[in-house]
């Protein structure tokens, strides 16, 4: 278990310095997706061996990944609204906030 | 005795799962503010990443070694009972060190200029949505360092032999998991040139 515990370690120092590489390669946009990448397979490392997901009572996992579901679904729906507004600029739909006020 | 024992494991298991229930709650407040940095980030991505080239890369690459370590610590002194003490106290001394370490990086901030409001100094004409990452800046890194001395108090209190050692240690290791995801975002993304 030591052990694993000095592996985990080892492993967010070497994605740490992965994450920090990354920041210097041109790769525009994309950046985004690849530095929040990382840092979901570091979370994932603290929570399932550092904070013993792996082991925990069955209800517990249940609330984690409820929790995860939730902020899952927050995102989507919220995040839907800003992906979708250059649809309608491109159609030539004005978005809401510039629509005419009576 | 074979239901004492019985009672101390649904005790223990309650404690667990009751840690795990407000770690949930604290996923959606942290939730909502990422949300609101996505949100940022897709209306103003010049200025936020304005913002990230004007925060200090070697702080925030040094704090983040130091929760990861300190994550470590209490882990060890959680697996081996024999190492609890020296585990706890380190990872204390470790989350001290965060602290001490933010204090300087947040001197050096407002030195440059960089806390929102009048002495603002602004390297764009994006002066609003350049506020805005500083805003969400100091904000999330406040709200954070609020959790770590609330983690530090529990700290001291595992140490004095009260509460669950275990349920401390869930959360201190929550509260780097969040560092973790501050992390890219204030310092990493948009860094580069490309």
Redesign the interface.
């Known amino acids: 278990?030591?052990r694993t515990?000095?592996f985990?370690?080892g492993g967010?120092?070497a994605l740490?310095g992965v994450?920090?590489g990354?920041?210097?390669?041109?790769?525009?946009?994309a950046?985004?997706y690849f530095?929040?990448g990382?840092?979901v397979a570091?979370?994932s490392i603290?929570?399932w061996?550092?904070?013993?997901l792996i082991r925990?009572?069955h209800?517990?996992?249940i609330?984690?990944y409820?929790?995860?579901f939730?902020?899952m679904a927050?995102?989507a729906l919220?995040?839907s609204d800003?992906a979708t507004r250059a649809w309608n600029r491109a159609m030539g739909i004005p978005s809401a906030n510039q629509l005419p006020r009576d | 005795m074979a239901e004492q024992s019985l009672e101390k494991g649904y005790e223990a298991d309650t404690s667990l799962i009751g840690m795990w229930l407000f770690l949930c709650t604290e996923v959606l407040f942290f939730g909502a503010l990422f949300f609101a940095y996505f949100a940022y980030q897709h209306l103003y991505p010049l200025a936020m990443a304005e913002g990230v080239r004007r925060t200090d890369l070697t702080f925030g690459t040094i704090n983040t070694v130091l929760l990861l370590t300190s994550s470590l610590s209490i882990s060890l002194g959680v697996v081996q009972p024999r190492w609890r003490t020296r585990g706890f106290v380190g990872a204390g001394a470790l989350g001290a060190a965060f602290l001490v370490v933010k204090g300087f990086e947040y001197a050096k901030d407002f030195q440059e200029g960089l806390f929102p409001g009048p002495g603002f100094i602004a390297v764009s004409r994006e002066t609003g949505p350049e506020h805005i990452f500083f805003i969400f800046y100091f904000t999330a890194t406040a709200i954070h360092a609020l959790h770590m001395l609330i983690g530090l108090g529990l700290i001291t209190y595992a140490l004095k032999g009260k509460g669950s050692p275990v349920v401390v240690a869930l959360y201190w290791s929550f509260v780097d998991i969040v560092w973790i995801c501050l992390y890219p975002l204030l310092y990493l993304v948009g860094r580069g040139a490309g």
Do not use: D, K, N
């Open positions: 278990m030591v515990l000095f985990a370690w967010l120092l740490l994450q920090v990354l920041a210097y390669l041109p790769l525009g946009a950046h985004l530095a929040l990382v840092a570091m979370a603290v929570a061996i550092f904070m013993e925990a009572p209800l517990a996992r609330f984690a409820a929790g995860l939730w902020v927050m995102f919220g995040g800003y």
